[in-house]
């Protein structure tokens, strides 16, 4: 296998070569938090958005599979990294332009991406998660966008991939509730390509991989292409989703989030929006 010095700066993300052509990108939970789940602090929030470059100008790599480990795929944001981008117009602007990136490089690598996702399933990471070109949850993931219960819009990859995956009456549903989604019933409704019992994730999403690593790489990557304009057109729509989501960070519902999740209570938001 060829050795791995192009992705020598990644701390948050660990790469290992697999057979086939197969790029492993795991999000290590180690250290990240006490519940062992890889949480996007400015490390990981950074990585995950410059990652697709690095993997669409690899000529090793075939297919990239994501993962998480420990407990789960993905926390969600870390509340230090939060409460600065609320208090910090220089953070926040950064953190939108990774935001952006994240997004737009997955659609544009080159490269099919296959996600695997157990456990909860959160944030930046969830990002990747959904915007695979396969996606396969574990029937017991927990799917949770949690913009709305953090005070600030469903920006990321929401606007731009749930309605086309799942209808718009079920995004609206799950986006502005911020209810959690099992894996299982993300399959039903068409959030994900597959779920599959527990033990069964990883062999699957390898599985998945490798067919798409050993077939025709023009046909597999030019087919990935046209049907990413199906997202592309929707640029507009997630261009203003994450402006609203980043306008929200300057606001006063966001603090009463972050605080509210530090405390382990039901948040109590002000009352009606000025519009």
Not at 1 to 17: C, F, H, K, T
Not at 24 to 51: C, F
Not at 83 to 109: G, H, K, P, Q, T
């Amino acid at each position: 296998m060829s050795d791995l010095s192009a992705y020598s700066g990644y701390e948050a993300l660990r790469l290992r070569r697999q057979p086939h052509g197969i790029l492993e990108i795991v999000m290590s939970g180690e250290g990240a938090n006490k519940s062992g789940l890889a949480t996007a602090d400015e490390r990981m929030h950074r990585e995950l958005a410059d990652i697709w470059r690095d993997v669409d100008r690899d000529p090793d790599t075939r297919v990239a599979v994501i993962r998480g480990e420990g407990k789960g795929f993905s926390a969600g944001g870390d509340l230090a990294l939060v409460e600065s981008m609320a208090n910090d117009f220089d953070v926040r602007a950064r953190v939108w332009r990774e935001a952006r990136d994240l997004v737009y490089n997955v659609i544009n690598c080159g490269k099919p991406i296959v996600s695997a996702m157990h456990g909860p399933a959160v944030g930046a990471g969830l990002v990747a998660g959904l915007l695979a070109d396969v996606s396969i949850a574990a029937k017991s993931a927990r799917i949770i966008d949690g913009h709305t219960r953090l005070g600030v819009a469903a920006g990321d990859h929401a606007a731009i991939v749930w309605p086309l995956l799942c209808g718009m009456a079920k995004a609206k549903y799950y986006l502005m509730l911020c209810e959690p989604v099992s894996g299982e019933e993300a399959e039903r409704i068409g959030l994900v390509s597959l779920a599959v019992d527990d033990h069964d994730l990883l062999p699957k999403a390898y599985e998945v991989a490798e067919k798409l690593a050993r077939g025709s790489q023009t046909a597999i990557r030019w087919t990935k292409y046209a049907l990413n304009n199906w997202l592309r057109m929707a640029g507009p729509t997630f261009d203003t989703s994450l402006a609203l989501e980043f306008m929200g960070f300057a606001g006063p519902d966001v603090r009463e989030g972050i605080q509210s999740l530090r405390e382990r209570r039901p948040p109590d938001f002000p009352g009606g929006a000025p519009f």
